[in-house]
């Protein structure tokens, strides 16, 4: 993770402010997700439209187009759920700016055939630095390239979008499984019993190490 900021195309602009309520009107809103709107969020932009018709890039079904909306908050930060509910109600893929006074950070679930389970995101810019867009032949792998410094994974070379999200969905369920190993071996208080949950919590994390360097992943996605 980096804290990497793109220099989006002229183009490519669109600067559309839309009304918090609006995203209230969309879908529904529980009183807690809509309190989070009205304390963190200053103000919601659509900002930029990257399709085939504004860069020149090829569409797919899988990626039409990537918005890019910017979210100035009031305070240090916005919830991830506010993030959500914006993007459930914009179908295309959304890379998300989070403006604070002390800088921006991107973030994005990612969109393959459906919402993500969980929000990525860059460290914080505190300098506002921007950087070309990266060299990119298509919408998706344009997508993928605009994702990558945001994931706990590389990306592979050719690899799709939904085996990225499958990548991603056993990165997290093996965190969670070591996480949960490490609680019991903390409170484990029999020695073969703290035998065997450390044998296994070693083996779990060599998965995960294997899973997120680029060369092995490939083979272990499909092994899990």
């Known amino acids: ?3 990497v900021l793109y220099r989006w195309p002229e183009a490519a602009r669109f600067g559309k402010v839309i009304p918090k309520t609006k995203f209230y009107e969309l879908g529904a809103v529980t009183p807690a997700v809509r309190a989070r709107f009205v304390a963190e969020v200053e103000g919601i932009t659509w900002a930029y439209k990257l399709a085939e018709s504004t860069i020149n890039l090829p569409s797919s079904s899988e990626v039409p187009e990537i918005q890019v909306v910017v979210i100035r908050a009031k305070g240090s930060n916005v919830d991830d ?7 459930k109600a914009i179908k295309q893929p959304v890379i998300f700016e ?11 679930t990612l ?3 459906g919402m993500g389970a969980r929000y990525y995101s860059t460290e914080w810019n505190r300098r506002d630095d921007r950087r070309p867009l990266p060299p990119s032949i298509t919408l998706s792998n344009l997508y993928a390239a605009l ?4 994931l706990p994974i590389p990306i592979q070379a050719g690899e ?4 990225l999200a499958d990548r991603l969905a056993v990165v997290s369920r093996l965190e969670r499984e070591i996480a949960a190993l490490e609680r ?4 484990e208080p029999q020695l073969n019993r703290k035998v065997e949950l450390r044998r296994t919590l070693m083996t779990q994390q060599g998965r995960l190490v294997d899973l997120t360097d680029s060369t092995t992943a490939s083979t272990m996605t499909k092994a899990n």
């Open 1 to 3: 993770m980096t804290d």
């Open 81 to 87: 759920s506010v993030l959500s509910t914006i993007d």
């Open 98 to 108: 989070v403006a604070t006074a002390g800088g921006r950070r991107m973030a994005a």
């Open 111 to 113: 969109k393959a055939g």
């Open 147 to 150: 994702l990558e410094p945001m």
């Open 160 to 163: 799709g979008l939904s085996d």
């Open 184 to 187: 019991k071996l903390r409170t």
